[in-house]
T-cell receptor
Framework: EDQVTQSPEALRLQEGESSSLNCSYT??????LFWYRQDPGKGPEFLFT???AGEEKEKERLKATLTKKESFLHITAPKPEDSATYLC???????????FGKGTHLIIQP | ETGVTQTPRHLVMGMTNKKSLKCEQH?????MYWYKQSAKKPLELMFV???????ENNSVPSRFSPECPNSSHLFLHLHTLQPEDSALYLC???????????FGEGSRLTVL
């Protein structure tokens, strides 16, 4: 059974304080690993896709990396508007849908 | 209208009611999904439609009945629900086989 575990469940940072969110996974034949951002009362918003170990993607203050067992979402010098829940998901070989983790609730204090 | 639109945004129903959730995508995608989001739980995949054909049904109770009349529209018909079915129901679309899902804002369902 495919599984995604995210840690920590919640993280509170000061503005400008860099950190990383973790996503560990077990999946039969990884087709892709995905990061989404979800704001309160809204649907998840797609951020990144990673396909193979060693791959990295960047967008503004966010950088996602992938190994064979986990992915990290690095947040550099975050701002209050980066506050959200960050969701990690995997797509297994032959599957149409994604398996999601519970998410990390990130709060950036001014 | 752009993106993925879900209606209604909020729904309160009794256990004996019948209601439907509607989803429409304007992105030209050919796959559509229903996910359930409950507090403290990960998003749960309910149904997947590819080119209007249902390709996944994750052991969802029969009181949830999906319908996909074309690749732009998706419905979730609800009947005799239980209070534990109260949740946020999210619709998403994608190009078939790809994991970059585009979500709607969800329908918040409360079952009394």
């Amino acid at each position: 059974e495919d599984q995604v575990t995210q840690s920590p469940e919640a993280l509170r940072l000061q503005e400008g304080e860099s950190s990383s969110l973790n996503c560990s996974y077990t999946v039969s034949g990884l087709r892709g690993l995905f990061w989404y951002r979800q704001d309160p009362g809204k649907g998840p918003e797609f951020l990144f896709t990673l396909y193979s170990a060693g791959e990295e993607k960047e967008k503004e203050r966010l950088k996602a990396t992938l190994t064979k067992k986990e992915s990290f979402l690095h947040i550099t010098a975050p701002k209050p508007e980066d506050s959200a829940t960050y969701l990690c998901a995997v797509q297994a070989g032959g599957a149409d849908g994604l398996t999601f983790g519970k998410g990390t609730h990130l709060i950036i204090q001014p | 209208e752009t993106g993925v639109t879900q209606t209604p945004r909020h729904l309160v129903m009794g256990m004996t009611n019948k209601k439907s959730l509607k989803c429409e995508q304007h992105l030209g995608h050919n796959a559509m999904y229903w996910y359930k989001q409950s507090a403290k739980k990960p998003l749960e995949l309910m149904f997947v439609y590819n080119f209007k054909e249902q390709t996944e049904n994750n052991s969802v109770p029969s009181r949830f009945s999906p319908e996909c009349p074309n690749s732009s529209h998706l419905f979730l018909h609800l009947h005799t629900l239980q209070p534990e079915d109260s949740a946020l129901y999210l619709c998403a679309s994608s190009q078939s086989g790809l994991g970059e899902l585009f979500f709607g804002e969800g329908s918040r369902l409360t079952v009394l």
